[in-house]
């Protein structure tokens, strides 16, 4: 039976309007919070165990095929980190202090040693116990900038240089992001293991 509807293992508006984008019109992608006020407890040591716990923990709540996205920012010169808690970096105080943080940890770093690669993990689960989640992974290498740069996206946009375009992912158009990102690329194999490609 082909998939037309699930819910999105998220409340983040930003991630809502990439994904649903990114998916197209074929399947009508719902926000977690219809269905739920909790979020799941990311417990999990890797991307890809947090976004099988969110996308079960959504599938429950909702009775629907679920897709979670964990994701986030790992750089080089922090060993990976912020990681897996890069959303929480700077002790859930939003986007704004993350980005403060990150600047500080990598002070006085030139710019041949702010290598970066967002990264993404996806998780497509049926029901709350499918067995068998479809995972898809993508990676954006770029490097981080000494000061933000645009207003576009959110997150670490504003300090992600992006190489090949010659710009912060926050300067560049939804478009233009949506073709590029590390969700993107998750995306794009989801959607070659749904049929849609």
């Not at 079960?56 to 964990?70: E, I, N, T």
């Not at 890069?86 to 403060?100: L, M, T, V, W």
């Amino acid at each position: 039976m082909p998939l037309t509807r699930l819910v999105l293992a998220s409340n983040n508006a930003g991630k809502l309007k990439e994904l649903q984008a990114m998916l197209g019109s074929q399947i009508e992608v719902l926000p977690q919070k219809q269905f739920t006020d909790q979020e799941a407890d990311e417990i999990g040591l890797s991307f890809v165990e947090n976004a099988i716990l969110k996308a079960r923990h959504a599938a429950r709540a909702s009775g629907l095929p679920a897709l979670a996205d964990d994701s986030g920012l790992a750089v080089d010169a922090l060993g990976g980190a912020p990681g897996i808690y890069s959303a929480r970096y700077a002790d859930g105080a939003g986007d704004a202090a993350n980005n403060r943080k990150l600047l500080a940890a990598l002070d006085g770093l030139p710019d041949e040693q702010r290598g970066a690669q967002f990264i993404c993990a996806l998780a497509l689960v049926r029901h709350a116990d499918d067995p068998l989640p479809i995972l898809c992974e993508g990676h954006w290498r770029g490097r981080i900038l000494h000061a933000p740069r645009g207003d576009q996206g959110f997150g670490y946009d504003p300090l992600f240089w992006v190489p090949e375009t010659e710009c912060s992912s926050a300067e560049l158009p939804a478009e233009q992001k949506n073709r590029l990102s590390h969700r993107a690329r998750a995306m794009v194999l989801l959607r070659q293991r749904l049929g849609l490609a």
